[in-house]
């Protein structure tokens, strides 16, 4: 994979422990933000919304079935992975959400969020 890959949880996705109601992914949100205020950045990566339910067929083709909280960046060879990077197999992978928004800045030119 030769660019970074972003999945986020579809905004106004349905849980059905509680019918009727949508939300959104607490942890998404500031990402989602960060993207809406720059969409010309946002085809420096791939980013893909996937359903709330489980299995979320991208997350596990991207990493595996054990490995389905979102948001993930998975990192491409286009650049170094940062050292504080997961690993599995040979795909890296970050998932805390302010570490996130710090390689979209870092990686793709995003601003900074402080």
Not at 7 to 32: H, N, Q, T, V
Not at 54 to 61: C, D, E, L
């Given at each position: 994979?030769?660019r ?7 905004p106004g996705f349905?849980?059905?422990r509680y ?25 420096r ?7 709330f ?15 389905q909280?979102?948001?993930v960046?998975?990192?491409?060879n ?9 690993t ?18 870092e990686?793709?030119?995003?601003p900074?969020?402080?």
């Amino acid at each position: 994979m030769s660019r970074d890959l972003l999945l986020l949880l579809e905004p106004g996705f349905s849980d059905p422990r509680y019918p009727g109601e949508r939300f959104i992914c607490p942890d998404g949100a500031p990402i989602e933000g960060l993207l809406a205020s720059d969409p010309a950045r946002v085809a420096r990566l791939d980013v893909r919304r996937v359903p709330f339910e489980r299995p979320r067929k991208a997350v596990v083709a991207a990493l595996d079935d054990a490995h389905q909280g979102l948001p993930v960046l998975v990192l491409g060879n286009d650049q170094p992975a940062p050292a504080d990077a997961q690993t599995l197999g040979e795909r890296r992978f970050v998932t805390d959400t302010r570490r996130i928004l710090d390689l979209l800045a870092e990686r793709h030119g995003f601003p900074k969020v402080h």
